[in-house]
C-alpha cells in the first residue's frame, strides 16, 4: 500500500491551487484528476473575471497554467477516479479505479459539483456555443443579445435578473404554472420589463448553424391545445441545479440535504479531523472559481496545521 502525507482528489481550482500550496509547504501531495481532468472550466470557453487575466483566457488554458505550477513545485498529479473511500480512522484509505489503495495522512476533496442538465442532445451540441450552466461566468457574451433560463427557482430568478441587466431580453422557460422560488424573487422577476416568463413551457430542443440560434418549445405538453413554439436565443442557460460530487464520501461526512460537504464555521474543516473539503463540493452559494481557488488554499494551509500538530 502506498502512503502520503496528503491527497488531494480533483483537479479543478480548488484541487490545484491547494497542490501548489501543499507543494510549497514541503507536504508532498498527491493528486488524482478525477473525472473530469481541470474541472468545470474546462467545459467553458472564455474566462474573463479571474483576476490577473486582463484579456481573458480559454478555461482549458487556464486549467493548464494551474496544473504546470502545480507540477513546478512538485505536486505528483496523476490520472484516476477515486471508487472508494474508508474515512472511520485515520490514516485515511482511498481505492483509485476500483484497484490501487493509497493510505495518506490528510485529505483535501475538492470533486467539484456537476450542473443538472435537461438531457437534451443539443446540450452537448451547443457545448460552449450558446450553452451554459453558469450566467455569472458566461452572461457578460450576451449584452445587448437575446437568452433564456430554464427553471423555476430561486436560482433560475436570480440568474434571469442577473442577465435582465446584460442582455435585451430574458426568456425564462418554467415547467409549471408557477414559479418555485421565493416570493420575493419572484416580484423582482415580474418587475424587470425585460424578462417574459414562459409557464407551462418544455423545451424539445435547439437550433443554429455555428451556435444557438433558437429553441424549439412545446407549450401545454400532453394538453388539448398542445403547441409547439419557437423562440430566438443567442443564449441558452441551466438553472436546474447543481450535484455535488460527494456521494462516496456520504458514509463518512455530513452533507446538506442536496450533498454538500459540510465545513465548519467557513474553514474548510470537515466533521472528521485531517479531512478537508474545498470549491464547489462544499459550496452551494457562490461556485466561481476565484472562490473555489481561494479555499483550496485554505484546505492546503489547514492541512499543514494538522500534520504539524500530530508530528506526521
Known amino acids: 500500500m502506498e502512503h502520503t502525507r496528503c491527497l488531494i482528489i ?10 501548489i500550496y501543499a507543494s510549497r509547504a514541503n507536504l508532498s501531495p498527491v493528486l488524482y484528476a478525477g473525472l473530469q481532468p481541470g474541472g468545470q472550466l474546462t467545459t467553458t470557453t472564455d474566462i474573463e473575471n479571474f483576476p490577473g487575466y486582463p ?17 513546478r513545485f512538485g505536486a505528483d ?17 482511498v481505492v483509485i479505479d476500483g484497484e490501487k489503495e493509497i493510505e495518506t495522512d490528510t485529505l483535501i476533496i475538492a470533486t467539484g459539483a456537476s450542473a443538472k442538465y435537461l438531457g437534451l442532445d443539443d446540450e452537448k451540441k451547443y457545448a460552449g456555443m450558446g450553452v451554459s450552466a453558469c450566467a455569472t461566468c ?9 437568452v433564456a433560463v430554464v427553471g423555476g427557482g430561486d436560482t433560475a430568478c436570480e440568474e434571469a435578473i442577473y442577465l435582465a441587466s446584460l442582455a435585451q431580453k430574458v426568456y425564462l422557460i418554467v415547467r409549471k404554472n408557477y414559479l418555485r422560488a421565493s416570493k420575493v424573487m419572484q416580484e423582482r ?20 448553424e455555428n451556435g444557438v440560434e433558437g429553441a424549439h418549445l412545446i407549450k401545454h405538453k400532453g394538453m388539448p391545445d398542445e403547441e409547439k413554439v419557437d423562440i430566438a436565443i443567442d443564449g441558452f442557460f441551466l438553472a436546474i441545479g447543481h450535484k455535488p460530487n460527494s456521494d462516496v464520501f456520504a458514509p ?23 479531512v478537508f473539503a474545498a470549491g464547489d463540493v462544499a459550496d452551494p452559494i457562490y461556485r466561481q472559481a476565484v472562490t473555489a481557488a481561494g479555499s483550496g488554499c485554505k484546505a492546503a494551509i489547514e492541512a499543514e496545521r494538522y ?6
Request: hydrophobic fraction near 35%; charge should be neutral; aromatic fraction near 8%.
Open 10 to 19: 480533483g483537479s479543478g481550482p480548488a484541487g490545484y491551487t491547494a497542490a
Open 77 to 93: 498529479l496523476r490520472n484516476g477516479i477515486i471508487t472508494s473511500v474508508d474515512l472511520s480512522q485515520a490514516p485515511y484509505k
Open 189 to 208: 422577476v415580474m418587475n424587470t420589463p425585460n424578462i417574459t416568463v414562459l409557464f407551462e413551457h418544455n423545451t424539445l430542443g435547439l437550433f443554429g
Open 138 to 146: 458566461d452572461g457578460f457574451f450576451y449584452r445587448k443579445k437575446n
Open 252 to 274: 463518512y461526512l455530513e452533507l446538506d440535504e442536496v450533498g454538500y460537504i459540510k465545513t465548519i464555521n467557513g474553514t474548510p474543516k470537515t466533521n472528521i479531523p485531517g
Open 55 to 71: 484579456a481573458g483566457i480559454n478555461g482549458t488554458e487556464m486549467m493548464e497554467d494551474l496544473r504546470k505550477q502545480a507540477e
Open 307 to 312: 500534520l504539524s500538530e500530530k508530528g506526521l
